[in-house]
């Protein structure tokens, strides 16, 4: 909120008169304010602003856990509808999405006997369990075959992009957030690549293919070349690591991201990156002075079906 508008615009109740819509609701988080509630109505505003700035390079970050519930369909909604350019993540991410293109997950709870669950061969992440055989079984399967196919076809040197393209088209069917990133020619960053179930796969292909390499400078040089031919670039940023940082990194050297949302559950006063506002990158020239940025503390599987949802009605609510 401007601060010459600062109070003047009054604060207003939620009306349930008549059914609402998830962006109309949204609509009256941004009247109710509310704490949170405004942040995520303005973080929707925000993102709006970003899909339809012409020439605007729109980049998500996020880590792999998400991708272990639900909130894996939003993402690949994103992907789907084109609503964002380039996507840095983590190896997990690789990991959760070929795993459930086969397998599913179940629901669990943070609370459970973890030795009971290891004796019966199911990993627990948070309030999700993980059988072995949804997990690394299928993923050895399906990357080792992979892998085999494109050395064979003379493929012995990929970048990250090129990888996960060739997983996209290969190794996972339309409920997955890679076969729509392949489709729609949308570059999936990995930068800590070996740091999960696929990496080491790659790792263990290795030994028995000596001339077999990941080229992660590749990458870098078409980070490069993404960031300095946008003429703007925008970001949603969901939680922290290797992902929010390599997508602040590279952006600082076009004067920094024009658009930003993040959403994070972490504290800033311990110095983490994850916990890290906008105005500290800010300082690092990694977020421009002038953009509009939100920060959006809270659970990503509750605010972002609630974003997306509402930015799709918008966006169609536009075509019409």
Same mark, same amino acid.
């Given at each position: 909120?401007?601060?010459?508008?600062?109070?003047?615009?009054?604060?207003?109740?939620?009306?349930?008169?008549?059914?609402?819509?998830?962006?109309?609701?949204?609509?009256q988080?941004?009247?109710?304010?509310? %704490? *949170?509630?405004?942040?995520?109505?303005?973080?929707?505003?925000?993102?709006?602003?970003?899909?339809?700035?012409?020439?605007?390079?729109?980049?998500l970050? %996020?880590?792999?856990?998400?991708?272990?519930?639900?909130?894996?369909?939003?993402?690949?909604?994103?992907?789907?509808?084109?609503?964002?350019?380039?996507?840095?993540?983590?190896?997990?991410?690789?990991?959760?999405d070929?795993?459930?293109?086969?397998?599913?997950?179940?629901?669990?709870?943070?609370?459970?006997?973890?030795?009971k669950?290891?004796?019966?061969?199911?990993?627990?992440?948070?309030?999700?369990?993980?059988?072995?055989?949804?997990?690394?079984?299928?993923?050895?399967k399906k990357?080792?075959g992979?892998?085999?196919?494109?050395?064979?076809?003379?493929?012995?040197?990929?970048?990250?992009?090129?990888?996960?393209?060739?997983?996209?088209?290969?190794?996972?069917?339309e409920?997955?957030?890679?076969?729509?990133?392949?489709?729609?020619?949308?570059?999936?960053?990995?930068?800590?690549? *070996?740091?999960?179930?696929?990496?080491?796969q790659l790792?263990?292909?290795?030994?028995?293919?000596?001339?077999?390499?990941?080229?992660?400078?590749?990458?870098?040089g078409?980070?490069?070349?993404?960031? %300095?031919?946008?003429?703007?670039s925008?970001?949603?940023?969901v939680?922290?690591?290797?992902?929010?940082?390599? *997508?602040?990194?590279?952006?600082?050297?076009?004067d920094?991201?024009?658009?930003?949302?993040?959403?994070?559950?972490?504290?800033?006063?311990?110095?983490?990156?994850?916990?890290?506002?906008?105005?500290?990158?800010?300082?690092?020239?990694?977020?421009?002075?002038?953009?509009?940025?939100?920060?959006?503390?809270?659970?990503a599987?509750?605010?972002?079906?609630?974003?997306?949802?509402?930015?799709?009605?918008?966006?169609?609510k536009?075509?019409?």
């Amino acid at each position: 909120m401007h601060k010459e508008a600062s109070h003047k615009v009054p604060v207003k109740d939620y009306d349930f008169s008549k059914d609402l819509s998830v962006d109309e609701l949204v609509g009256q988080m941004d009247a109710a304010w509310g %704490f *949170t509630a405004g942040k995520l109505a303005t973080g929707v505003n925000i993102m709006e602003a970003m899909v339809k700035e012409k020439g605007c390079v729109k980049f998500l970050s %996020f880590p792999a856990d998400i991708v272990a519930t639900g909130t894996r369909g939003v993402i690949r909604e994103m992907v789907k509808q084109k609503l964002v350019d380039v996507i840095i993540t983590t190896c997990g991410t690789l990991d959760h999405d070929v795993a459930r293109s086969w397998k599913d997950y179940y629901k669990g709870s943070f609370i459970m006997n973890d030795s009971k669950l290891h004796q019966e061969g199911v990993n627990r992440l948070g309030n999700v369990l993980v059988p072995n055989d949804s997990y690394g079984m299928i993923i050895e399967k399906k990357i080792i075959g992979l892998l085999e196919e494109l050395y064979k076809e003379g493929k012995k040197e990929l970048s990250t992009t090129e990888l996960t393209r060739e997983i996209g088209l290969r190794c996972c069917n339309e409920s997955s957030i890679l076969y729509w990133a392949a489709k729609n020619n949308i570059p999936v960053f990995v930068p800590g690549i *070996t740091d999960g179930s696929v990496g080491y796969q790659l790792w263990f292909f290795s030994q028995d293919h000596k001339d077999f390499r990941i080229n992660l400078l590749k990458d870098e040089g078409d980070l490069n070349n993404i960031v %300095f031919d946008a003429k703007k670039s925008g970001a949603l940023i969901v939680g922290g690591g290797i992902s929010k940082h390599h *997508t602040i990194w590279w952006n600082q050297f076009k004067d920094g991201l024009d658009y930003v949302v993040y959403i994070t559950t972490a504290d800033e006063w311990d110095g983490s990156l994850s916990g890290a506002r906008p105005r500290e990158a800010v300082s690092w020239g990694k977020i421009n002075e002038k953009a509009k940025r939100i920060m959006i503390e809270g659970d990503a599987t509750v605010i972002m079906p609630i974003m997306t949802s509402s930015l799709l009605t918008r966006l169609k609510k536009e075509k019409k």
